[in-house]
Nanobody, 121 residues
Framework: QVQVAESGGGLVQAGGSLRLSCAVS????????MGWFRQAPGKEREFVGF???????TYSDSVKGRFTLSRDNAKNTVWLQMNSLKPEDTAVYYC???????????????WGQGTQVTVSS
């Protein structure tokens, strides 16, 4: 069984920073590509970024230059550093694993419970 767990959300003022963490566990599971998605109220879940086992990273245009992905393979942990946050970044942020190089959430099988990020203006 694969378990994905996010942490680190909270309330921050516009222009501030937050760092989200995601840990993946599973006895025989190899968390090669790790992804972050977000879902704002009334909107569909959208792609934020993903990072491969070797550190190759892809970001959505909306976060490029402000968000940074990193990972520690030994700990099966991924971090999402979010800087210069904007009110439109407010959403529940989800970590996902088991997917391929696709931005559709439907192609990712394993999800965490999500962590709320709220950016006040």
């Amino acid at each position: 069984q694969v378990q994905v767990a996010e942490s680190g959300g909270g309330l921050v003022q516009a222009g501030g920073s937050l760092r989200l963490s995601c840990a993946v566990s599973g006895r025989t599971f190899f968390p090669g590509l790790m992804g972050w998605f977000r879902q704002a109220p009334g909107k569909e879940r959208e792609f934020v970024g993903f990072i491969s086992w070797t550190g190759s990273i892809t970001y959505s245009d909306s976060v490029k230059g402000r968000f940074t992905l990193s990972r520690d393979n030994a700990k099966n942990t991924v971090w999402l550093q979010m800087n210069s946050l904007k009110p439109e970044d407010t959403a529940v942020y989800y970590c996902a694993s088991g997917g391929g190089y696709v931005v559709s959430p439907k192609e990712w099988p394993y999800w965490g419970q999500g962590t709320q990020v709220t950016v006040s203006s």
